[in-house]
């Protein structure tokens, strides 16, 4: 019996594979869609972000649960892309070409993706890290020294992260690299899921670059506030 | 026929056999006409070589008529030269610049060793064929043309996929050496027609598997396939194969 005659064996080729480094891609859109929105939630002030970040941990168990689905589709992702792009290397051969002139759409974005995405993956786990396994709420990183006596709580773990201008630029780096993957992946993933037309593709690719951009701009944004806010005009 | 001329330095690929180490050779070509075919160029020059007793430049070709998928090189870095939907066979020479250097190497991929010179073994792509690029019917009496009705845009659709002639063009320009859109292509052509119809997911698991096993890479969506093709196939062909291959994860034929 042939491997691909079962469902997993049929997830196991190069198309297979690409079916799910689009799906759980997907999900990981969402997901970052939603946490530029909680996260811009830090500009509009400390009540309004620790708030939120209250409100999530209150989900208890759902919470455990969207954790769970992010690590598997995390996972997943990586290591398909990983397995695609190697068989890739491979099939391209030994011998370069002498001269290789592009006349169709690659781009910095396309050739980059596993560049950017091994940069996010880098990223993802000192951020993990950072903010969800040390950033103690109520610790003595919650103290931001310029607002008072009180724990700022989850908005002050942030203020003094990004009052450091070292990591600043680091975390906005990261989420250029996030904002360069989208910018490909999302035309790409409508492609690989039968959807994009040829009609269609320009447009898909536009979404995918304006998108792409405004999370660059929106994560970006926080880090820079706290940078003006901490050095620049006063908290 | 009074035409123009060019002289043109050509660096080519040279490689004696699959496991030679190859490189790169220079002749300069004069008084070319520019009325020539690329391949009537390198007819000159092969003509020139045997004069001197030296190996001629291998190349494939068949046709010269641009149907056969037989001829195609990578130009100065473009697969079948800078003419778009054009083979290597139908490119003229005047398309070149008097004193031009033309670079010339063989569709370079690992699932497309060379056989020498410019040559290279494509019998991967038979190979994919012969996986699932068929439909299974008794042969006999051939049905009336009329007797199976076929909507017209399927029918273009089908038609525009097959017209693409398996040169590998699309693997030689692809970043990844994926040949997805010749796959692809030769998938669609079935899956759009009532006699495809029986076969559509078993067929289409069957060549990506093959194509797998070629050693040929993955989309990455670079569209240089597309770009490079001399039969304009597109990459929504691409996009349907998957569509195709969606439906034999959740249905069995
Ligand atoms: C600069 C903008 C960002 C800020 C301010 C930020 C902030 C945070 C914070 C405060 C947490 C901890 C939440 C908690 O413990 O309740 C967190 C978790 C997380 N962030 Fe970010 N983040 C940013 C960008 C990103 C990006 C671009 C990605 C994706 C590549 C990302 C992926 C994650 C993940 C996977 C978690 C863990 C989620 C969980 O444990 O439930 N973050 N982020
Ligand atoms: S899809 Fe185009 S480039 Fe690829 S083999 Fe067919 S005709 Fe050649
Ligand atoms: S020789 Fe037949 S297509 Fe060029």
Same mark, same amino acid.
């Given at each position: 019996m042939r491997s691909t005659q079962t469902l997993g064996g049929r997830l196991t080729t190069t198309v297979g594979k690409e079916l799910i480094v689009g799906v759980t891609g997907i999900l990981l859109v969402v997901f970052i869609l939603g946490h530029l929105a909680g996260n811009l939630l830090l500009i509009v002030g400390p009540e309004a972000f620790n708030h939120y970040a209250e409100q999530l941990h209150n989900l208890g168990e759902i919470i455990w649960l969207a954790r769970a689905g992010l690590i598997v589709a995390f996972v997943a992702h990586i290591s398909m892309a990983i397995s695609l792009a190697r068989a890739s290397a491979a099939a391209r051969g030994t011998q370069r070409y002498e001269v290789e002139k592009?006349?169709?759409?690659?781009?910095?974005?396309?050739?980059?993706?596993?560049?950017?995405?091994?940069?996010?993956?880098?990223?993802?786990? +000192?951020?993990?890290?950072? +903010?969800?396994? #040390?950033?103690?709420? #109520?610790?003595?990183?919650? +103290?931001?020294?310029?607002?008072?006596?009180?724990?700022?709580?989850?908005?002050?773990?942030? +203020?003094?992260?990004?009052?450091?201008?070292?990591?600043?630029?680091?975390?906005?780096?990261?989420?250029?690299?996030?904002?360069?993957?989208?910018?490909?992946?999302?035309?790409?993933?409508?492609?690989?899921?039968?959807?994009?037309?040829?009609?269609?593709?320009?447009?898909?690719?536009?979404?995918?670059?304006?998108?792409?951009?405004?999370?660059?701009?929106?994560?970006?944004?926080?880090?820079?506030?706290?940078?003006?806010?901490?050095?620049?005009?006063?908290? | 026929m009074a035409g123009n001329t060019i002289n043109v330095t050509l660096k080519v690929w040279r490689q004696a056999d699959k496991n030679a180490r190859g490189a790169f050779a220079s002749y300069s070509v004069k008084n070319i006409s520019t009325d020539a075919s690329f391949l009537e160029m390198?007819?000159?020059?092969n003509t020139g070589l045997e004069k001197e007793d030296k190996d001629p430049i291998v190349f494939d070709h068949d046709c010269r008529e641009g149907i056969c998928g037989m001829c195609g090189a990578v130009v100065n870095g473009v697969a079948h030269g800078?003419?778009?939907?054009?083979?290597?066979?139908?490119?003229?020479?005047?398309?070149?610049?008097?004193?031009?250097?033309?670079?010339?190497?063989?569709?370079?991929?690992?699932?497309?060793?060379?056989?020498?010179?410019?040559?290279?073994?494509?019998?991967?792509?038979?190979?994919?064929?012969?996986?699932?690029?068929?439909?299974?019917v008794k042969t006999g009496q051939a049905p009336d043309a009329h007797a199976v009705a076929v909507p017209k845009i399927k029918a273009d659709a089908a038609m525009d996929a097959a017209s693409c002639i398996g040169c590998g063009a699309c693997v030689a320009a692809c970043p990844n050496a994926s040949a997805s859109l010749f796959t692809a292509a030769k998938v669609t052509q079935f899956a759009k027609l009532p006699q495809g119809d029986p076969e559509r997911r078993?067929?289409?698991?069957?060549?990506?598997?093959?194509?797998?096993?070629?050693?040929?890479?993955?989309?990455?969506?670079?569209?240089?396939?597309?770009?490079?093709?001399?039969?304009?196939?597109?990459?929504?062909?691409?996009?349907?194969?998957?569509?195709?291959?969606?439906?034999?994860?959740?249905?069995?034929?």
């Open positions: 592009s006349v169709g759409r690659k781009t910095a974005a396309t050739r980059l993706m596993i560049i950017s995405g091994v940069t996010i993956l880098a990223f993802v786990l +000192f951020h993990v890290y950072d +903010f969800t396994l #040390t950033g103690d709420r #109520t610790g003595e990183r919650s +103290f931001v020294d310029a607002m008072g006596e009180e724990s700022m709580g989850l908005y002050g773990v942030v +203020f003094n992260s990004f009052a450091n201008p070292l990591r600043s630029l680091f975390y906005i780096i990261a989420v250029c690299g996030v904002g360069l993957h989208l910018s490909h992946a999302i035309a790409s993933v409508l492609s690989t899921l039968g959807i994009l037309t040829e009609k269609s593709t320009d447009k898909a690719e536009l979404a995918a670059k304006v998108i792409g951009v405004i999370v660059a701009v929106g994560f970006s944004s926080i880090p820079l506030y706290v940078l003006l806010r901490a050095h620049v005009i006063g908290v | 390198l007819d000159v020059v800078p003419q778009s939907a054009t083979t290597l066979c139908q490119l003229h020479m005047r398309k070149f610049k008097d004193g031009e250097t033309i670079v010339l190497e063989p569709w370079r991929s690992a699932a497309f060793p060379v056989i020498k010179d410019l040559a290279v073994d494509r019998t991967a792509f038979d190979r994919i064929i012969e996986a699932g690029g068929f439909i299974s078993s067929r289409v698991v069957a060549m990506v598997e093959q194509m797998d096993h070629e050693g040929f890479g993955s989309c990455s969506k670079h569209y240089e396939c597309e770009a490079a093709c001399p039969k304009e196939i597109k990459v929504e062909n691409i996009t349907n194969m998957n569509r195709e291959y969606m439906r034999a994860l959740v249905t069995r034929d």
